[in-house]
């Protein structure tokens, strides 16, 4: 866990006017070689720094209760407050610590952006993306550096933006790969200011850097008859060079964790048959231009979402399966 000073606590206050500031309590080289905000949201170059610095030999993959856990979150931190999201009403800061199965302690990174609508603001919808990994030389480009770097893109997208109707959390989750722990964490034992039950859809990135291996990316969860089904099938003849593969379910992040809660969810995923949680899961193994596009694709569809008119709430009927366990 990284302690914050003061200082960089009164930072975060001061989000919304302040360019990147530098971190007072970071002095060491590695600290220096993070990437500040980049200029424009899905900017190439920006993602692919970030998951360069994110899958970095310094930081040996992530994993929970490391140097390279620390660093990610740090990086993290200083993300969101550089972009003006906020830490969850009366949360002292932008992470919800907890201790894994193991003992290792570390931390979700959550942030926010405050909906505009009087009678939708208290609707959430979550955009998500684990940040952790395996670690001891598996650095995780791919698994799940993409999809941060896809996470901050969009954060970016939306805080540039007219704020939408509902509230959207940004949630980087720690701990995913021994068993979605960060996003249990968030649901079960929810930070300071945070309800679950206002929580109306999850909308979760994991590994969306590897387009190029099969020219598909699959927008699992997008079940027949849901919303976001819908919001997918109206944005995806906009991308005419991605193939969007829909009406799967899946449990393999932490959209589970949502949707064995009653909370619909898409995740947004590309098959890696080479790399997945091997060591060639590597900065260049990655599809950056197809990355940006999954990426500008979620945050749309995450973006109308938090629009849209429809009773997202009531929209999943009473004793609905929306992990369509029946589907797998
Ligand atoms: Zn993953």
Redesign the pocket.
Known sequence: MTLRSPLALALVGLAGLAACAPRPECADSACEAIPSCPDSAFDEAAMRADVAYLASEALDGRAPGTPGDDAARAFLHDRFACLGLRPLPGAPSFEQAFTDAEGHETANVVGYLPGADAGDASDIVVVSA?FD?LGDGRL?AN??AS?VSGLLAIAQALSEAEPTDRTVVFAAFGA??SGMEGAAAFLDTPPEGFSPDDVVYDVNM??IGTYGATGTVYALGSLAGTEGRAAVAARRAEYPELDVGLGEPSD??DNEAFCSRGIPYLFFWTEDPDCYHARCDVPDQLDYPSMVEIARLTGQVAADLADSDADLRGAVAPGTDVCDRAGR
Do not use: A, K, Y
């Open positions: 684990h990994h995780g698994d799940n999809g995913e790969e994991d590994m393999l992040s």
